[in-house]
């Protein structure tokens, strides 16, 4: 039986509305170095055998790190540990370990001390999950601390079980313009499928449309193969627009997942064309990939070019390091020049 898939929006509205736990993973690096990310897509997974199931991002360097070493402890953290889950969640973490006690577990894995519970793991299964990895530990030690108060992730922000509305109407104050231009991105790159569906029967092969948010009117224009513009400004009167492009990942950019740095990504790609005169955030999603994909950067120039023709783009500035993108740009006639 054929079944549609279902839209990123809608897997959001549901599953924004699971409370999860959040984590600390840790593992040891090929120097011995201690590793480690912030993660909620975390379960028990059977108690006979004790296995625990726990998701990366497939880019992740403590991923890595837990396939060469051959284990890992996961640290359950408490209301109390905000900081310590954001300094774990931003890429190469490594001054996140700077004056946090920890001991070594029975797998070598590091062990938080303030943690609220820790449980060690050696390494079981690897299975592949869309743009994330799955993988299975057996449990060989587990403690339980003190009975504080978790850290809990709903809705895309932090709360706890006390003050949970207190909480959740601060970080909204603080989130709200981004999660306003993440489901921007998300509910363009369905009209561009739709748009792209239309061309198919004869329709029109695009569709430009202007949406208000929190940051302001941002104009939405939508090209074939799933690429979507999100434009600010006035390109066309600018000397030179600026242009980021992101790949849609459905757990990082819409649910907010702590495995992978999408979300991340995607806020800093936003604040930099919102900090312009004018600029486009070119936004990628593969038809047949609904989770997204991570890795480097594959820009379809002749698709890109022409969709920021349309928004007005003759000269791009692309990000200091963005090859990929400058020259994919440049090789359709795009006057491109590095961000300083």
């Given at each position: 039986m054929a079944l549609a898939t279902v839209s990123p929006r809608a897997l959001r509205a549901a599953m924004g509305a699971f409370p999860t736990g959040v984590t600390v993973v840790t593992t040891v690096g090929a120097g011995g170095e201690p590793v480690g990310t912030t993660a909620n897509a975390v379960t028990s997974l059977s108690l006979d055998p004790p296995l625990l199931l726990v998701c990366f991002g497939r880019e992740s360097r403590t991923l890595a790190a837990i396939r060469a070493h051959g284990g890992?402890?996961?640290?359950?953290?408490?209301?109390?540990?905000?900081?310590?889950?954001?300094?774990?969640?931003?890429?190469?973490?490594?001054?996140?370990?700077?004056?946090?006690?920890?001991?070594?577990?029975?797998?070598?894995?590091?062990?938080?001390?303030?943690?609220?519970?820790?449980?060690?793991?050696?390494?079981?299964?690897?299975?592949?999950g869309g743009d994330h990895e799955i993988l299975v530990g057996r449990v060989v030690h587990a403690t339980a601390g003190a009975d504080d108060d978790p850290l809990i992730f709903h809705r895309g922000r932090y709360t706890s079980l006390v003050g949970a509305a207190d909480a959740a109407a601060a970080e909204a104050a603080v989130a709200g313009a981004a999660d306003a231009a993440a489901s921007a991105a998300a509910d363009a790159a369905d009209a561009a499928d739709a748009a792209a569906a239309g061309s198919e029967r004869g329709g029109p092969a695009g569709v430009v449309a202007r949406l208000p948010t929190p940051l302001g009117d941002l104009r939405i224009a939508a090209g074939d193969g799933g690429l979507v513009a999100l434009v600010h400004g006035d390109p066309a009167g600018a000397d030179r627009a600026v242009v980021r492009f992101h790949r849609a990942?459905?757990?990082?950019?819409?649910?907010?997942?702590?495995?992978?740095?999408?979300?991340?990504?995607l806020d800093r790609s936003l604040a930099a064309?919102?900090?312009?005169?004018?600029?486009?955030?070119?936004?990628?999603?593969?038809?047949?990939?609904?989770?997204?994909?991570?890795?480097?950067?594959?820009?379809d120039g002749a698709r890109a070019a022409r969709l920021l023709r349309r928004a007005g783009v003759r000269s791009a500035s692309v990000a200091p390091g963005d090859a990929a993108l400058g020259r994919a740009l440049a090789a359709q006639a795009i006057d491109v020049a590095e961000a300083a």
């Open positions: 890992f402890a996961v640290n359950v953290l408490g209301a109390r540990h905000r900081d310590v889950s954001h300094a774990f969640a931003r890429p190469g973490a490594d001054d996140a370990w700077a004056g946090l006690a920890h001991t070594p577990g029975p797998s070598g894995s590091p062990c938080l001390a303030d943690a609220l519970a820790h449980v060690d793991c050696a390494l079981e299964h690897r299975m592949p990942c459905l757990l990082g950019d819409t649910l907010r997942s702590l495995g992978c740095d999408c979300r991340d990504r064309v919102r900090g312009a005169p004018a600029g486009v955030l070119l936004y990628a999603r593969d038809a047949g990939s609904p989770l997204g994909e991570h890795g480097p950067v594959a820009v």
